[in-house]
């Protein structure tokens, strides 16, 4: 079996069993707390704003449907079909477009470039859930979407997130009832080096822009209370003319 279909497998199984609740999964933080601390980071550096926006590695739709009120098109492509499902039942006006799209299939990122024309994309923690054979194939895929005049902002879980991950899904009471379903349909989350994404990024004929640090927030808590936060690093790249 090919790792791209392992991955949409484990993806679609996942969000089979995933309750449309607000919050019910790992990493579906409130908007204010994700892509609106994201975009002060992003929007500095689009060149168009008018452009179509992608919201890539969607999920269930929390983020896009934040994302489609601060732009003019907005849509929400997933892997998993049952992820846009979700999506899709969560938007009842129709505030965004979803998409089943595999974005690590150039022939997919191609077709929907040329249906959309140049993007701009968001990507909140994909690589790093990736098949690592998937993962210079998904940055090209980016670079197809972007184009020549969209820009592509990319989060990732940095290198220091890995021992506390390790340590959530390895405590004597087990991983945290968010985190568990994650690792049950396989989607451990891998480990991708500081350095490698730029490479990635480099390597798909897009010049890193920006970059910088910024929490990655969780809906999880700690024992304690205190909210399960993830160190990750932040990319903005795009075509340089």
């Known amino acids: 079996m090919s790792a791209t279909r392992r991955y ?62 601060r732009f003019p098109h907005v849509m929400g492509a997933d892997i998993a079909a049952a992820a846009v499902e ?9 505030q965004a477009a979803y998409r089943v ?19 701009n994309v968001y990507m909140r923690g994909v690589l790093h859930q990736c098949d690592p054979d998937d993962r210079q194939t998904l940055a090209d895929g980016v670079a197809a979407l972007a184009g020549e005049r969209g820009r592509a902002f990319l989060v990732e879980p940095s290198e220091a997130a890995r021992p506390i991950l390790g340590e959530l899904a390895q405590g004597p009471a087990g991983p945290p009832p968010k985190l568990a379903p994650v690792l049950r ?6 480990e991708v080096a500081d350095d490698a994404v730029p490479r990635y990024l480099r390597a798909a004929g897009l010049t890193v822009l920006a970059t910088g640090e910024a929490p990655l927030t969780t809906t999880e808590f700690t024992p304690d209370g205190t909210r399960i936060v993830l160190p990750s690093k932040w990319f903005v790249a795009g075509r340089t003319r």
């Open 8 to 69: 949409r497998q484990a993806w679609e199984g996942f969000w089979r069993e995933a309750s449309g609740e607000p919050g019910a999964v790992f990493w579906d933080a409130e908007p204010a707390v994700t892509a609106g601390a994201h975009l002060p980071l992003f929007e500095p550096y689009l060149g168009d704003p008018g452009l179509p926006l992608v919201d890539l590695g969607c999920g269930n739709g929390t983020q896009t449907r934040f994302l489609a009120e």
């Open 86 to 94: 979700h999506a899709r039942h969560g938007d009842p006006a129709g």
């Open 101 to 119: 799209l595999d974005a690590a299939d150039k022939n997919e990122a191609e077709t929907l470039h040329a249906e959309l024309g140049d993007t």
């Open 185 to 190: 349909h396989g989607i451990a989350p891998g």
